[in-house]
């Protein structure tokens, strides 16, 4: 019988931890961790089988993983072993490349933590800063230089990058904004970046004909829009009628309002928007056919800037 199914006894358990060790001995860490998963499967959580667990993990480059338990280990600040997961944690961290998440744990915990566990640490905060110096120039410079080519994919690739290393911002987001030749949907990408930032002067952007300033701290995410959600209302009964033809609809407007968020029309258009986005949706699927679409300028619009969104995210 499998020990999945049965209940493991404190002589099952001490053979498995002595078979765990051994196995981590021999640096077969995949048998190692099948132990360990099923010990933690087991409610056996010690402090021993979660550093082997966080060891393997590691060693087999399981690292999104290992990040995710040290997260839910380190809820847990009382916790006696707390350092020693913030350890794992922070190496975790260096390995992944999140460099700018590192810095702000260790400076973070630093003041508490005991000296051993600074002394050990604080190396991988120097070495982060210096590969996210490093990082930031090279990104910069290949940013600056799809810029000048006009290549709006490699902007949005640098730029996603980018976020997703939580880099500083450079002056040159702010300047790409105003620019008339970038992408609306690099723009876009680059206001949310200043978004999440908490970036709270206002900035010039340059979308759909239109020049305006806004701040991106005080600025409501699209999901939250006015507009978004009058138009997501005036959909609603479309939901219950034809599930399919409102999963289009509503991607119709989402694609629509992202190209150009967050230079977006007045609450009070929105439900017009809502309705020509519901006629393409039924065009595409053949349930209308009505050649008076061609001819009109709002539809036209849409289906113009869905090609935009398209040229970037498909």
């Known amino acids: 019988m499998s020990k999945d199914n049965i209940l493991l006894l404190p002589n099952t358990i001490a053979e498995m931890e002595l078979e765990i060790?051994?196995?981590?001995?021999?640096?077969?860490f995949e048998k190692a961790l099948n132990n360990l998963e099923l010990l933690l499967k087991h409610n056996h959580c010690t402090y021993m089988v979660y550093r082997d667990t966080l060891t393997c993990l590691m060693k087999l480059h399981h690292t999104n993983e290992a990040v995710?338990?040290?997260?839910?280990?380190?809820?847990?600040?009382?916790?006696?072993?707390?350092?020693?997961?913030?350890?794992?944690?922070?190496?975790?961290?260096?390995?992944?490349?999140?460099?700018?998440?590192?810095?702000?744990?260790?400076?973070?915990?630093?003041?508490?933590?005991?000296?051993?566990?600074?002394?050990?640490?604080?190396?991988?905060?120097?070495?982060?800063?210096?590969?996210?110096?490093?990082?930031?120039?090279?990104?910069?410079?290949?940013?600056?230089?799809?810029?000048?080519?006009?290549?709006?994919?490699?902007q949005h690739r640098i730029i996603l990058q980018w976020r997703r290393n939580q880099l500083p911002l450079p002056e040159l987001f702010k300047?790409?904004?105003?620019?008339?030749?970038?992408?609306?949907?690099?723009?876009?990408e680059l206001f949310i970046i200043l978004q999440e930032a908490d970036y709270q002067e206002e900035v010039i952007i340059n979308k759909a004909g239109k020049s305006l300033s806004f701040s991106p701290r005080f600025m409501l995410p699209l999901e939250?829009?006015?507009?978004?959600?009058?138009?997501?209302?005036?959909?609603?009964?479309?939901?219950?009628?034809?599930?399919?033809?409102?999963?289009?609809?509503?991607?119709?407007?989402?694609?629509?309002?992202?190209?150009?968020?967050?230079?977006?029309?007045?609450?009070?258009?929105?439900?017009?928007?809502?309705?020509?986005?519901?006629?393409?949706?039924?065009?595409?699927?053949?349930?209308d056919d009505s050649s008076t679409m061609e001819n009109d300028k709002l539809i036209q619009n849409i289906m113009m800037n869905l090609e935009r969104y398209q040229e970037i995210m498909l």
């Open 224 to 287: 939250k829009h006015p507009s978004y959600l009058k138009s997501m209302e005036t959909i609603e009964e479309v939901e219950q009628q034809n599930p399919v033809l409102y999963i289009l609809t509503k991607e119709i407007i989402d694609h629509y309002m992202f190209v150009l968020y967050p230079v977006l029309h007045d609450a009070k258009d929105a439900e017009v928007i809502a309705r020509h986005a519901l006629a393409i949706a039924k065009r595409n699927l053949g349930i």
């Open 21 to 28: 060790e051994s196995l981590m001995q021999k640096k077969d």
């Open 68 to 154: 995710d338990l040290c997260e839910k280990l380190l809820m847990d600040k009382q916790s006696e072993f707390y350092y020693d997961y913030l350890e794992f944690y922070i190496i975790l961290l260096y390995e992944s490349e999140a460099y700018s998440t590192l810095i702000h744990v260790f400076e973070t915990e630093k003041n508490n933590m005991p000296h051993e566990y600074a002394d050990r640490t604080e190396k991988f905060k120097v070495l982060a800063l210096q590969m996210r110096t490093w990082q930031q120039e090279e990104k910069l410079s290949k940013l600056l230089d799809a810029v000048q080519k006009k290549d709006a994919l490699a």
């Open 175 to 188: 300047e790409m904004l105003s620019e008339e030749d970038i992408h609306p949907v690099v723009k876009t």
